[in-house]
């Protein structure tokens, strides 16, 4: 069987833009599935809260954009939410 060199190097070069292409879209994609992974566990955190402060009368709501943010800065996410919802009385 006789392949030409022409469609070996088309393969070839096919392959290496697959590769590229590969590496170029997997970064993104690993930031989004840190992002997600990050707003369900400020969910998970938005929900303790929740459950800790029922004994105190305070609660914070649930959704996606308080999960988001805790999700993602953290400790001072659950600080900056305490914080606006003191301020604008919520």
Do not use: D, Q, W
């Amino acid at each position: 069987m006789y392949v030409e060199y022409s469609t070996m190097f088309a393969y070839l070069i096919g392959i290496i833009i697959l590769f590229f292409l590969g590496k170029f879209f997997a970064v993104p994609m690993k930031i989004a599935v840190k992002l997600i992974f990050n707003s369900i566990l400020g969910g998970v955190v938005i929900f303790i809260i929740n459950f800790i402060g029922n004994f105190i009368n305070f609660s914070i709501a649930l959704n996606f954009i308080t999960a988001f943010i805790i999700g993602a800065l953290g400790i001072p996410g659950v600080l900056l939410i305490i914080v606006l919802k003191n301020i604008f009385n919520v």
